[in-house]
């Protein structure tokens, strides 16, 4: 793709807009679209010139309609400067074909990742950016960030560069698969959907006083908020594990102090981790003709499935059963020691949201050591879920009571109704037996929602942990 004389295009500002003098007009950055930062005598501008065949008229049209709608509602965002013959977009012929170009105020302030209580306010600027836009409505078709743009694209434009390595394609393809089911299962159409920029990793913005002004939204469109909040989640991820959390935590604390986050959104977010990381890695073979093939090389696509095997470890427990096949009940088996990595997976997964909104960043080695302290075959029970296993229980049967010790449900099978229908076979044999049912949860856990539903009333607590009881009739 042609770099175009800086020199060149000032001169083309300076003759089109009415900025005043153009002092410079110098090369910032050639990666997605090329832009340029132009100094005048007065404000800063920034100058993107759109590659060929990289956006449609319609796409550019939907992204400046956005700009000017945010703006109007009062967010701070970087928007389209009108010409002199009143138009925001410009076509500028270039060797490889027309290319439009379009004239951006300069966000003021400076990129902010070290600024102490950052990810906060970052959190916070997000979810006034998704309140502004309840509203938005653009008479321009784009591109949704579906699972066609974010998952199978991405897929089609990796997979020629693997052709030695058909091992690793076929897992990458297998990866891919499981992904959009598990989507598929939260169910995707339950999620919440609405504008969203698509790069909001904490940069793309800078900080200057207490405002926050958002710029580049080259990758904007309607799509899902839980791919939005895990874009963030995504890029804090590559670093320091401590530091990550921390970020993330202080992060969703800002953003549902604006705005309120579903829980079924919340729990979408690692699966949209690993979308992101596809759309990541497409995004870096499919402009290969244009940003070169230096590095895309085994190294690369080694550390690439390495990433992808760290999230699986984390997050990937055993896929959901059909909803068909769901409803063939709820199974038990008693645990054994073989048992003992899917649980602690299981365990992991489950708590890990009630930890960090509890107890601040999750501490792996901590919480491994929680687990081992816990856990033990004798007595515990597998769930199974249409077969497959699900989590896990351990009802102690005691001489006054039943005590719900445990009752852990991987992420991507709850809010179907199996936690209520084990409490439920619980509560039947205390009836039977004519005794309570007791059970402890952490004070943030949202699952005190569901006991309470199932007639759990509170009969105690600390400064973590809440106990329930529950009486028979």
């Known amino acids: 793709m042609t770099i175009l004389s800086g020199d060149a295009l000032g001169r083309r500002v300076a003759a089109d807009y009415d900025v005043g003098a153009v002092r410079a007009c110098r090369l910032y950055s050639p990666s997605l679209t090329h832009t340029y930062l132009v100094e005048t005598d007065g404000p800063r501008y920034m100058l993107r010139v759109y590659r060929t065949g ?111 390595r058909p091992e690793d394609q076929r897992r990458l393809t297998v990866l891919a698969e499981t992904l959009r089911r598990r989507v598929a299962a939260l169910p995707a159409d339950a999620l919440e959907t609405g504008f969203c920029h698509g790069d909001l990793h904490g940069g793309n913005a800078h900080l200057e006083g207490e405002t926050i002004t958002f710029f580049d939204f080259d990758c904007c469109g309607p799509g899902w908020r839980a791919y939005e909040l895990a874009v963030y989640r995504w890029d804090t991820s590559s670093g320091d594990p401590d530091r990550a959390a921390a970020d993330w935590a202080e992060y969703l604390a800002g953003y549902t102090a604006v705005r309120p986050l579903r829980d079924l959104d919340l729990a979408a977010v690692p699966l949209f981790v690993a979308v992101r990381h596809f759309w990541w890695l497409g995004l870096q073979c499919g402009n290969a003709r244009d940003w070169g093939i230096g590095y895309r090389e085994d190294r690369f696509f080694d550390h690439q499935l390495r990433v992808f095997d760290a999230w699986e470890a984390a997050h990937l427990t055993p896929e959901p059963p059909s909803p068909a096949t769901m409803t063939a009940g709820v199974a038990r088996r008693p645990a054994t020691a073989a048992d003992a990595e899917f649980a602690r997976r299981v365990h992991h997964a489950a708590y890990r949201d009630v930890v960090e909104r509890q107890f601040g960043p999750w501490d792996e080695a901590a919480q491994d050591a929680f687990f081992a302290a816990a856990w033990g075959d004798a007595g515990f029970e597998i769930v199974l879920a249409g077969g497959t296993p699900c989590g896990y229980i351990c009802v102690e049967d005691r001489d006054a009571d039943l005590h719900v010790r445990e009752l852990v449900i991987a992420p991507a099978f709850q809010n179907r109704g199996i936690g209520a229908t084990l409490l439920r076979q619980v509560q039947h044999r205390a009836r039977a037996r004519g005794v309570p049912v007791h059970l402890g949860t952490f004070t943030r856990n949202r699952a005190r929602a569901l006991y309470e539903r199932l007639g759990f009333r509170e009969i105690g607590r600390t400064e973590t942990h809440f106990t329930l009881s529950w009486t028979p009739d």
Not at 60 to 89: F, M, N
């Open 54 to 164: 990289w956006r449609t008229a319609a796409d550019i049209g939907y992204e400046l309609d956005v700009l000017q709608h945010l703006a109007r509602k009062g967010v701070a965002v970087s928007t389209p400067v009108p010409g002199r013959d009143g138009r925001l977009v410009r076509v500028l012929p270039a060797q490889e074909g027309p290319r439009p170009a379009v004239l951006f105020t300069y966000a003021p302030g400076r990129a902010a990742f070290d600024v102490a209580g950052y990810p906060g306010r970052y959190g916070r600027a997000v979810a006034a950016v998704h309140n502004a836009a309840a509203d938005f409505r653009s008479r321009h078709r784009r591109f949704r960030l579906d699972l066609r743009h974010l998952l199978d694209a991405p897929l089609a434009a990796v997979l020629p560069f693997l052709t030695h």
